[in-house]
């Protein structure tokens, strides 16, 4: 009987990571009772370990308002860029840099705010915590972009203490940060998309999902936004539901599967974005 031995050797190969080159972030948010403002960096390879982007801090940012030069953007601190002028509905800004050799540039316009109405019923016994009705009645004229979250308000001590998911069918809302609850009914996130295609009079109605007080209130936020922040905040959110790790750095999503955030900066990456926002304060009915 002849026996055989093969042998072998192990070899440690280093395989480098592709040459790195950062992009530049453009991120602002217009909004029209607030000066101008923008911040500029660079991204981070997915090697590094750092968790804020290195600021840019010599560009040149120009301000354009329907075409025609509004201002220069002066740098402020850690690649903030400001300009004390506020923008206006209907108007279209456009902000251009200029780093070194390199230009970046992002449009967007300001929607207009529409007409809308919040109302709480009574304590409703069929609903969960015995919470009240709530409906949200919203007039639009055209194709519009809007959204809304409630936070839960308690008097005393005063504090806001934490946004309320919301029940409803409405056929109105946006569906894909949704959930269905163990009795079958539709549970919206805390930040609820209204569907832009429907035109006329709306009338939203559901159920805040957490019980709050008799004294307490219900803080709702409304945003007009325009086109580009919609699709940017809806990106957002999905990319931020499906992360693969949660806050404690746990498994969040085993079947990740990775998401495209949309941005309408040409040159570089990032979100200019314009929002209309309004806040009203609904009491609890005695």
Not at 133 to 158: C, G, H, M, V
Not at 261 to 277: A, E, K, W
Request: glycine share 6%; with cysteine.
């Amino acid at each position: 009987m002849t026996a055989s031995i093969l042998t072998g050797c192990i070899r440690n190969i280093d395989i480098p990571y592709p040459d790195y080159k950062p992009q530049k972030v453009l991120m602002g948010t217009l909004e029209p009772n607030k000066p101008i403002s923008i911040r500029l960096s660079n991204t981070l390879p997915v090697t590094s370990t750092d968790t804020v982007y290195p600021p840019i801090t010599n560009a040149k940012v120009l301000c354009f308002e329907d075409g025609i030069l509004l201002g220069e953007l002066s740098h402020q601190k850690d690649g903030i860029y400001s300009l004390e002028k506020t923008p206006k509905s209907k108007s279209i800004y456009k902000i251009q840099a200029s780093i070194d050799s390199e230009m970046i540039t992002a449009t967007d316009t300001m929607p207009s705010p529409i007409n809308f109405s919040v109302e709480l019923t009574k304590d409703n016994l069929q609903n969960v915590n015995y919470n009240p009705d709530f409906k949200l009645e919203i007039q639009r004229e055209s194709k519009s972009y809007n959204w809304f979250s409630i936070t839960y308000y308690r008097a005393s001590p005063p504090v806001i203490v934490r946004p309320q998911p919301f029940f409803s069918e409405s056929v109105y809302l946006d569906l894909f940060n949704s959930s269905k609850s163990l009795n079958g009914k539709t549970l919206h996130g805390f930040n609820i998309r209204i569907k832009p295609e429907y035109i006329g009079k709306l009338a939203i109605e559901g159920v805040p999902g957490n019980q709050f007080n008799k004294d307490s209130s219900l803080y709702v936020q409304f945003l007009d936004v325009s086109y580009s922040y919609d699709r940017y905040l809806k990106t957002a959110i999905v990319a931020w539901e499906n992360r693969v790790s949660n806050n404690e750095g746990g498994l969040n999503n085993p079947f990740y599967e990775p998401v495209t955030i949309y941005s309408n900066v040409t040159g570089g990456i990032g979100i200019l974005g314009s929002v209309q926002t309004r806040l009203v304060v609904v009491k609890r009915p005695k």
